[in-house]
T-cell receptor
């Protein structure tokens, strides 16, 4: 079975632009979470979606938004990019909303660089 | 506020020896999960070991074991017989059992294995 797939793997954007990151969970997993990992730091929680509904939101501005599709894939959108948005964006999937005691499987992330 | 602290930015160990990575956390909750994740250069977060707070017995997974001290809010990871493939960033993470879906992460410890 394929793991969690994220695309693109790398991208470079200019300040003020908008970006869309994509995540395909493991087949059968209904929950997707997004994390931002700035270089040299641990990940920070952005969103969790379960059964296409937002279940949790971290302390991020409204420029960050996400959605989950009927096939459980997800998109993270960031508007009006700032230099500080440069980070590795990680997607994690789990069978249910509660991750089954840490049953989150992570993708390899999208490295976003804002110039 | 719930926080996770890893006080060792970097640790090094000779191949085949034992190393312990430290983690402390702050919470007012009584029922939660603790995790150690490994992040190699491939960037994917890989679950190493997990501990449920209500279990007094320390978790063990092959060469990896934890020392969970609930009263002291300490959760250290011991790696025995260190191998070159263990070289990576190690992150300690915490999650409340039921009411919160997000993982809260420490800043990570870079583990270097000397051949």
């Amino acid at each position: 079975d394929a793991g969690v797939t994220q695309s693109p793997t790398h991208l470079i954007k200019t300040r003020g632009q908008q970006v869309t990151l994509r995540c395909s969970p493991i087949s059968g997993h209904k929950s997707v979470s997004w994390y931002q990992q700035v270089l040299g730091q641990g990940p920070q929680f952005i969103f969790q979606y379960y059964e296409k509904e937002e279940r949790g939101r971290g302390n991020f501005p409204d420029r960050f938004s996400a959605r989950q599709f009927p096939n459980y894939s997800s998109e993270l959108n960031v508007n009006a990019l700032l230099l500080g948005d440069s980070a590795l964006y990680l997607c994690a999937s789990s069978p249910t909303g509660q991750g089954l005691v840490g049953g989150y499987t992570f993708g390899s992330g999208t490295r976003l660089t804002v110039v | 506020a719930q926080t996770v602290t890893q006080s060792q930015p970097e640790m090094s160990v000779q191949e085949a020896e034992t190393v312990t990575l430290s983690c402390t956390y702050d919470t007012s909750e009584s029922d939660y999960y603790l995790f150690w994740y490994k992040q190699p250069p491939s960037r994917q977060m890989i679950l190493v070991i997990r501990q449920e707070a209500y279990k007094q017995q320390n978790a063990t997974e092959n060469r990896f074991s934890v020392n969970f001290q609930k009263a002291a809010k300490s959760f250290s990871l011991k790696i025995s017989d260190s191998q070159l493939g263990d070289a990576a960033m190690y992150f300690c993470a915490y999650r409340v059992r039921d009411s919160n879906y997000q993982l809260i992460w420490g800043a990570g410890t870079k583990l270097i294995i000397k051949p």
